[in-house]
Structure formats: C-alpha cells, structure tokens
C-alpha cells in the first residue's frame, strides 16, 4: 500500500490561465487520487509586477469547469491556509534570517541599473562566468554604500556554493542534471519572496510530498534542492512533465497560441471531459486493453510515473476535436441540450426561451452526429429559432432550383395540408408520393427546394425530422412564403 501523498498545482495569476495548469493538474490529481492523498491549490502571486487580478478567479473557474477539484486552496481553506503566497508574507521571514544567520545568503544593494551594466559587460565579454559578481558579499551596509551602483532597499540573495549539487533525481527522467545557478535573489526589495524561496518554504510547510511541474523548472531544481539543504530540511521527490509543443516542436505559448489559453476551449464549446482525456495523452499512453478514452477512474487505477513520456508531446488539436466529437456522440439528448444551453450561457451568445429548450431537446440528436464543437448548434439550428418570415435566405439556393422548383413547391404545400400524423415517416411518404412519384421527379431535385423554404439554406440537419419538429403551421408557413418568391 502506498502512503498517501501530497501535490500540488501552483500557478501564478498573471492572465488567462495557461492550458499547462490543467495539464499539471490532472497529473498532480491522479497521483493525489490514486495514493488516497490530498491535491492543493496554491496561487503563487509574488511577481506583483505581473499580477492580474481576475486572475486567479479565472483559475478557480477553469478548473471547476475540468472538474479538476481540489482539496485545499484558496477559495476552501485548509490546514495549511492561506494557500495565496501574497498571504504568507511573515511566513517566508524567519526562513530568510535563518539564510542570512548561517551565511548562506546575504543583502546585496546593487542597484538595477548596476546589474543591467553588469549583464551588458559579460555578454559583450562572452564572459565564461555570467551572473551576479557578488559584489555585495561580505559587506556591511556602509561599506557597500561607499561603492557607485548602491541603491536604499536591498534585496537578499543565496549563496551558492562551489559544490553545488547540479544533480537530481526525477521521478520520470531518472538523474538530471541541470546548469550551475547564479546567486539568486529569494527575498526582493519589496519584501515579497521570490519564488525560488516561496516555493521551497510552501512545499516543505504544507507537507508537499511530490512536486510535479513543467520541464522548464528543470533548471530551477538544483537552487531548489539547494535551498533545502541550507535550510536542514528533506526535499520532496520531484517529477518535470513534458513541455507541450506545437506541431512546428516550439513551445505553445500564450502570445502565439489561443489554445494555450484555457478559456478558450471553453470559448470553442469543447467538453471539459474531451479536454482533460486529450491533456492526458499527450504525455501518456492510452490505459491498456481499452480504446482512447478511459475514464478518469480508470486512468488513475493504473497510474504509474513510468508510464509518462519525457518527450515534448505534440498539441494537435484534430485529435481533440476527434475526442469532443466522440464525447458529444455518447451524451443523451437531455445531456447535449444542457450541454449546448450551458455553453451559450457561459458565451452569453444565447439565451433560450423554455420553449426554445424544448425545441433544442428534439433537435439536438439530428444535429449529435457530426456535431464537433457546441459552438456549431446554434449556426446548424438556426433556422428553427427564426420567426417564419423571417428566415433569410443564403446567396447559393439557385443551385438547388430549377424550372420545376415551383410545381415541386406547389404539389408539397397541398401533401402536407392533408397529411394525417404529423410526424417525419409520414412526412417523408406524403412528400415522396406527391413530389417524387407524382411529378416524376429525382429526390434530390424534388426535396431541395423544400429545404430551402424551411430553412433558408441547401445544407441543413434532416429534412423531415425539421418539418416535424417546426410542426405543420410553420412548415407551410415558410413553404409557401418560399413559393411566392419564385
Ligand atoms: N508558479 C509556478 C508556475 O507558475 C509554479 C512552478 C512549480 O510548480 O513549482 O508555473
């Protein structure tokens, strides 16, 4: 039996969630999930320069929608509260001084303007050795001051020994080895930790067992690591998941991707379930001796950190538009109708009447097929939403009418005044006998133009089911409004 562990996500709220935070999550979760432990959300918000507040409201949001819940956070409290670093200031202080006493860390006043030059010197050296000269090091306040570049607030860095250990075992890559760190800053000027320290003091006092996060902390590890050892305390094991890629392999990006934006899968009308299935093959097989798309339940029985790819997975967005489309196929009328109305909602695109619902509900399962996004409903539907005299009708129908168009119209209009059951089987026989048997003509020829008079276009959900579903009134309606303009 595993002892239960402890994860966590911790994302920064600097704009619209990044897609890797559900990512991390859902990984962070099964572990959690599959150990009986605990998933903890905790916001790291000491960059205050680029804070965003909505922010982390978004986060809380987008989570909720992917039913990545968790245990403790922000929002639900818990034994380790508050889960906001912004709220743990004096919590950070303590570890500071006991750095500053043991001399593993110590003030440096350079001012931003020194350290900018100092970048440009090194750079412009090809210097072997970049990063901070440790000016500072061993100097009291005042000898410092006599020095140029001395600025009033100093910030604390660490000081990283010549025998730094720069390597590190990774629950998924094995030993890592990561570059030689600089002497990083871990307490700014304004008082805020960095998150180099932020992060280690947290993880360690909310009892973190496994830090699970993106290849690009790899290089951060050994400071990490480092920052344990001074500080006498056990690092938690470590896992680095694989950076998501474009199919170009550059990194997805939320200046150049809108799908690295998690909001805008919501946006778009996928499924949280289609997106959380396909965040979890990206870095990991498909669960044995079932198709693509296990449950969670499922994914996390058989969890296991072996099984995760070390290679940058390809985002491919075909594959979740597959699985969106295969998710909408196995919900119930009822579930893709709450589905769509709650989409609409979320977009404020649409609010429909309790009768239009109704509608929707008969409609939905001609549309289910080959619906890809929830964002299609609506355009495919249309026409059933539309006041009779109000449908418009597309730029292309001539390319469903001929000569015969208006007797096709005509010989429709008086079928279905005397059709006996309105309901689509009786729909279709009376429109076949008076139009395709008695006028001779070819079904696709014979049901074109009706389609255009019902629903003002040449492509539509099926033609019968949309006659029944408008009932007899309307469909006559907008026939024979249709008819008057041949
Ligand atoms: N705040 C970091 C981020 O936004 C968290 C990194 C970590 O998980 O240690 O990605």
Redesign the pocket.
Known sequence: MTTPARL?????PTGDPHV?TAY?SLFNLAYARKTGGQFVLRI?DTDRQRYVPESEQQVFDTLHWLELDWDEGPDVGGPYAPDRQSGRLETYRPFVEQLLESGDAYYCWCSSERLKELREQQQAAKASVTGYDRLCHGKTREERAALPGFSENPVVRMLVPDDVSLEFEDIIRGRVSAPRPDDQVILKADGFPT?HLA?VVDDHLMGITH?V??EE?ISSTPKHVLLYRMLGLNPPALAHMPLLRNTDKSKISKRKNPAARLTWFREQGYLPEALRTFLQLLAYPPVEGDTEVATFEDFVEGFDWAKVNTVGPIFDLKKLDWLNGHYIRSLSAEQLTDRIVEHYAYTGAWTPSAEQVELLLGAAPLIQERLVLLSEALPKLQFLFTPDDEIEFADDISKALNNDSPAVLDAAITALEDVSAWDSPSIEAALREAVVDGLGIKPKLAFGPLRVGVTGSRVSPPLFESMELLGRESTLARLRRFRETL
């Open positions: 966590r996500v911790a994302p920064s890797g991390m790291e998150y992060v830090v996060r993106g902390w």
